[in-house]
């Protein structure tokens, strides 16, 4: 019986259709699938949010959200509910935006210009981080701040584990702080690595976590031992993000390197890579194994502006 690394390598060896989807007039900081898989969002800097609707082998533009007066940083979707996101934006507000609607749910003041946000697993609480490294936690349904908590050191990216009793974040000296929650108390400081800690994403099995930092490196973690079990060294540039495929089993980085990787968890060895120009965002499909992601803007490359990339779509015949 062929393993897993080979049976994923001859799925996209006929799988590897990369479908181009323009979305936005300027750079797309952000992209992220429904939980129910039906749906695409993308955040830009271009102030907007775009909406597309998964066909078969195709994306269609769905619906475009406007309201933010300044760059959207990231967005997520609610953990359970497929019709509603938030958003993260540099004008000191979130939104919550409701699809079925089309129109914007709320929208809740914020202390500074917010980088990273995140949906508590249980979808009660909205954890937002701005760039001044101070987080809010956001009551989901009241929409007001729950509590606030002012970090000394660079936060970089927001977490819950997927149990929603651990809160993550990764800090420009390298490591990962772990706090209790709700009452966010200090649990554990992990020295991960030598540059900035940039990104963190948890595997579906909750399994695993991963890191990926300045240094190039992507780090695999044990969530319940909290050790190190691997690293991933094929990058060269700094690691932006991670997705975990929806069977936790691979692994999308990407970085300002020329192509995203893709690896087997369980070996770190390379199942395929993606070429395209350096890249800061990437998702997984929560049912399928399509990768949507977005390429950093070139300046003789306007063509690419804007645009939301789907990769493992059936090739041609």
């Not at 993260?88 to 914020?110: C, E, F, P, Q």
């Not at 995140?118 to 509590?147: E, M, Q, Y």
Request: glycine fraction near 6%; charged fraction near 25%.
């Amino acid at each position: 019986m062929a393993s897993y690394m080979e049976q994923m390598r001859k799925y996209f060896q006929s799988n590897n259709r990369i479908r181009d989807n323009q979305a936005h007039t300027a750079k797309v900081h952000s992209v992220a699938w429904s939980c129910d898989g039906r749906k695409l969002a993308s955040g830009s800097f271009d102030k907007c949010v775009c909406i597309f609707t998964l066909e078969r082998d195709r994306l269609n533009r769905d619906h475009m959200f406007r309201g933010h007066g300044d760059t959207v940083d990231q967005l997520c979707w609610h953990p359970k509910s497929p019709d509603q996101l938030v958003t993260a934006s540099g004008d000191k507000t979130v939104r919550i935006w409701d699809t079925r609607l089309n129109k914007s749910a709320a929208i809740i003041n914020t202390k500074g210009e917010n980088i990273n946000i995140c949906w508590s697993p249980d979808g009660s609480t909205i954890a937002v981080g701005n760039k001044v490294d101070l987080v809010t936690f956001i009551d989901a349904r009241t929409h007001r701040s729950k509590v606030e908590e002012q970090f000394k050191s660079e936060v970089n990216e927001i977490s819950w584990n997927n149990e929603g009793d651990l809160f993550f974040l990764t800090s420009g000296q390298g490591s990962i702080h772990i706090l209790s929650y709700p009452e966010l108390k200090m649990q554990h400081v992990l020295n991960a690595h030598p540059a900035a800690c940039i990104c963190i994403k948890f595997d579906p099995t909750g399994k695993y976590f991963a890191t990926g930092s300045a240094d190039a490196l992507v780090s695999l973690w044990d969530s319940t031992e909290l050790v190190c079990v691997r690293t991933f060294a094929r990058l060269d540039w700094p690691v932006r993000a991670l997705s975990f495929s929806f069977d936790g089993k691979m692994l999308a980085s990407a970085s300002e390197d020329t192509f995203i990787d893709i690896s087997e968890v369980d070996t770190g060895e390379k199942i395929t890579e993606i070429l395209n120009e350096s890249s800061f965002t990437c998702a997984w499909h929560p049912k399928r194994h399509l990768l949507a992601y977005a390429c950093d803007d070139k300046l003789d490359r306007d063509r690419d502006s804007g645009v939301v990339k789907v990769y493992g779509f059936p090739s041609d015949p």
